[in-house]
């Protein structure tokens, strides 16, 4: 019985911080090794964590990813590791110094999988296919056919990320030269569902070819981005047979056999010409290993349950606040607390990740501020066991108020007003984070930031914007979610059931001057995230002014939203990472 | 003799302002016409403005832009044009459709340049290569080989951006084909010395293919870019024989005389098998104008002086603040003066862009701020002629300080208390800028920028960042230049020969806290600027512990500038939008 012993780390990497992930690798290959494993798998850019941006033009750190995974390479004696890394272009300079008035023109690097065994990079696999926002394109070139690696006689394939999705060529010549085990590594970020949708996948391609498949994804924190794990192992009919965990380091273990696999894909018969050019194309790397190992104690492997939808994005969200806060050397955030259910949110996943002793919470009253907030805040505070300030406004804001009067000449209370004590709360909150060394963590969601209801440098003010991505129904539902999983809810009811309020003019509500969350979410969602027009959004049903008037008040405020902190990406279209919006813009779409 | 009349249309567009840049289009064709013109060059996406960014997934506005297209393609009843617009691919449905877990394909789009002729499109040439910054390969792919067109028997090759500087098949196949006068259209942004660059590579394409050039380049600020004209017509020997003005419209026009240009170019006797081959790829659009037009008064050419390096600097800024402004629909703006050379110089820019009657200062002294500084600001605002303003912060930061006293806890001050002063001068902007509809324009210069000597929310609270990419050693230049143009200097003389200092606590300088400017400037050149290690910067002469200090700063301000407005971009590596850095980072490149 020819069985692989295959095993994917799911890893949790951090850009740029080259020794650690290596660190992080070699313990991990001795663990495989402990376990008797023939072949492991890391993510897609597991060296230098994904996606190193705009470090890729330093030709140091190429250099020194490089050099980090020779240190990777020393230590794979009895097994065999396919590690991400970035890979630099052979042919160049000529090229490079060609003349241009650009000048940008830099060394070509590849998004690559080095395949080593025996202490040595015996082939190179490089990435073809990139995500559609564009962001690896300014970096990577597109590789070339990737070569198969046949280990003691079976044969294995690699691919990176997008390229498995692409049934080109370029694959299907590894299926046609004979892969039996698909491994693609992948650094695939986090969005609603989209765990299912790459498994509906994976299974369909397995299936369709035949060929046992596995993911290696990563998990973690990076920026904006958090990815999810669900790493796969599905056998040559598409049935998963290991599945690692949502949002946690996992090394994932299966022996896979490979007697049934039929050699080069159920698609082998067929196009027998054609198969035949493309195969000779295909370089193979023969690695024999020491077959020392015996006989080996069956695996068990890990079968995580997936996530439901809400349930997803509430750990997508905890585990990119704990990340973004510890790899940036931080321990407290300070969260600025209204009583209203987004800063209750955002204090619940914080504490979820952080711990309740490393969030303080800030109540900053005002005079319009209810007597029912000050209560929710407290209360909240309370049930979540975090510390509490209270430090009122109203003395700053009225010496704000008499400074201007002068200038203002007797212009009456205006938007003025409401955002200058916004900015109160947002200047506080950078004052204990100056002093104390926390991070402020904002608030807002993406529904008010969508249309510009927040204010820039007032509840804008903060490192971290935690429900950034997150609708204000997704808010509730999220919230309803947490207050269902402990012993007792720990955001106040009342918090849930009164109307929202930014609490900036006597009784004032969202409104008053925005339409119902439930009629705006919908308009947001086809326009923000599907970029469908006026005429498509007041076809499914909506009022045309107030599409008209939700559509102008999104493009008025992208100017707030450039200035806005960064926050988790948990939709297709996050703003900010996926919506890139010129400020300066004659286009309004609302002509006839 | 075979003369064209050829036209440049050196053109302003504003970004997604289909039918204020139609209007223009379409008048300058009337004036083109009126001089007999037989062919008329636009920029580069002329019809939607450079560059739309994710406005171009919106179907509706591809849709509107190539209707807007048609409206331009409707007036061409004698004059041919070619114009900049967005191209549909036809190729697609499937290819669209096939199943991934991204999600995101989307149409096909080209960076297109219609080739109009008797009120139709004869053919459409898509830009094959894209700038390195990757921001094009976000929407475009890229083109297939371009047609000639061939009018009255005289044979033209268009090209797009970059598409020219790059010797391959494509371009040369035009060359082979026969072309006698090559068309590029571009939108290529400004920086310093880069029109000289520019024109160099041109003569030498020219020259070298004997082939009449000329570039059509846009004019204009959009958001962090500015465009500088400077557009040329060359003849076959690579003798500039008109030359646009730079930083303003212009309608450029020349008669090329394409007798003495040798069909299929200098390189035509070589290697004619190839050639043979690569001709017979490109395709021709022949067209025939009426010659209705009789004998032509001679057009002597437009030929604007280059302006020198600090000049043209100067120029960009003063364009780039006038069109963010007006394009926003703003008319005047706000800048905190504080007496120092960075906020004189950004309000002697705005007063030359918008006149000095729609700028306001605004001074905000504190217990820190010196006489001179006073004094400095008083006199710069009388020798400009704007409004001054004098709004003090210390009442307003005695109360933020007694409100925070509590939970300060008897610990002394420090850079918190700093920040609270910029923070207060920055709500006080802000303030304004609310109640009246100002913009405000932020100070900050990109020396304080890179080290993050800037105050989140505070100094750097605004919607336009004037001299964001200007080190303090070019403001100083700036500042003597400007001074040296007027019949008498606008910028005290004090201000350029104080030491800089942030006036926030008794006797700062920036010396302080920074390495002089003439040490950290080259630092900055070489490590933000170029990519170096510390090693090679070490290598050309810099104190290791003072360039170690200076990567620290750089690298751990990055939050800072991702939530800083955007601002001008006048060099190779503008922060923001040309330096794309992670915030969670662990990568120091200090390890020996």
Redesign the interface.
């Known amino acids: 019985m020819r069985v692989l012993r295959i095993a994917v780390a799911q890893m949790n990497p ?7 992930n290596v660190r992080r690798i070699i313990e991990w290959l001795g663990e495989a090794r402990k376990a008797q494993v023939d072949l492991v798998a890391f993510p897609e850019l597991a060296i230098t ?1 994904y ?5 890729l ?5 190429v250099n ?1 990813n490089v050099r980090a995974l020779q240190e990777v390479v020393q230590v794979c004696h009895d097994v065999v590791a396919v590690v991400g890394y970035v890979a630099r272009s052979a042919q160049i300079e000529s090229e490079v110094s ?9 060394q070509p690097l590849y998004n690559a999988a080095a395949l080593i065994a025996r202490c040595k990079i015996v082939g190179n696999c490089h990435k073809r296919y990139f ?5 690896e ?3 990577f070139r597109s590789g070339q056919q990737p070569p198969v690696l046949v280990v003691n006689g079976m044969t294995i394939g690699v691919t990176i990320g ?1 390229d498995l ?2 049934s080109d060529e370029f694959t299907q010549a590894q299926v046609a030269a004979g892969v039996e085990v698909m491994v693609n590594l992948s650094a ?1 970020p986090f969005q609603v569902g ?1 765990s299912r ?2 498994e509906r ?1 994976l299974t ?1 391609w397995a299936h369709t070819n035949g060929v046992i498949a596995t993911v290696a994804n990563m998990v973690g ?3 904006e981005l958090v990815f999810d794990g669900n790493s796969l192992i599905l056998d040559q009919s598409g049935r998963v047979i290991a599945r690692g965990g949502a949002f946690k380091e996992e090394l994932l273990m299966a022996d896979v056999s490979l007697d049934s696999v039929k050699h080069g894909g159920r698609a082998s018969g067929r196009n027998s010409v054609r198969s035949q050019k493309i195969v000779s194309a295909v370089d193979r790397c023969l690695v024999t290993l020491p077959m020392t190992k015996g006989k080996r104690t069956p695996i068990v492997p890990g079968l995580a349950e997936p996530l439901g939808e809400i349930e997803e994005m509430y750990q997508a969200l905890v585990l990119a606040v704990k ?2 806060v510890q ?2 050397g931080f321990k407290r955030v300070a969260i600025g607390l209204s009583g209203g259910v987004d800063s209750a949110l955002t204090a619940v996943v914080a504490a979820d990740a952080l711990g309740a002793a490393n969030v303080l919470g800030i109540f900053m009253p005002s005079p319009y501020t209810s007597h029912e907030s000050e209560e929710d805040a407290v209360e909240l505070a309370r049930s979540l066991g975090i510390e509490l ?1 209270i ?3 109203t ?2 804001f009225e ?2 108020r ?3 009067a ?3 000449d007797q ?1 009456p209370p ?3 007003e409401e ?2 004590q916004a ?2 709360r ?3 909150l ?3 984070s ?2 104390f060394g926390h991070l402020v963590l904002t608030t807002g969601n993406k529904s008010e930031l969508s249309v510009g209801y927040s204010t ?2 007032g509840d804008m ?1 903060g ?1 971290f914007a935690v429900i950034k991505d997150v609708s204000k129904s997704r808010v509730y539902e999220l919230a309803r979610f947490r207050n269902a999983q402990g012993p007792s809810p720990v955001i106040p009811q009342r918090t849930l059931d009164r109307p929202p309020s930014a609490e900036l003019k006597p009784d004032q509500k969202d409104e008053d001057t925005l339409p119902p969350y439930t009629v705006l979410d919908p308009i947001l969602q086809a326009y923000v995230e599907e ?1 469908r ?1 006026l ?1 498509e959004i007041v076809e499914a049903g909506f009022d045309r002014a107030t599409v008209a008037r939700v559509m102008r008040m999104v493009d008025h405020s992208e ?1 707030k939203r ?5 926050g988790v990406k948990i939709t ?1 279209r996050a703003l900010g990472k996926d ?9 309004c ?1 609302l ?1 006839e």
Chains 1, 2 share one sequence.
């Open positions: 951090t850009v740029g911080d080259l020794n650690g964590g996606l190193p941006e705009d470090l033009f330093k030709p140091r750190f020194d060609r003349p241009s008035i650009d000048s940008n023109a830099r995500p559609s926002d564009g962001d394109r300014r970096y997008e999705w692409h695939s989209k949708s790459r996948c369909t924190g990076q920026d990340d973004y790899k940036n300030s430090i009122p406004i003395p700053t010496v704000y008499r400074s201007l002068p200038s203002f212009r205006d938007r003025t955002n200058l900015r109160v947002g200047n506080i950078m004052a204990v100056n002093k820039l440098y003010a490192g970029d027009s005429e100017f450039r200035q806005a902190p960064i297709y919506r890139r919006m010129p400020i300066t813009n004659g286009y779409g002509e």
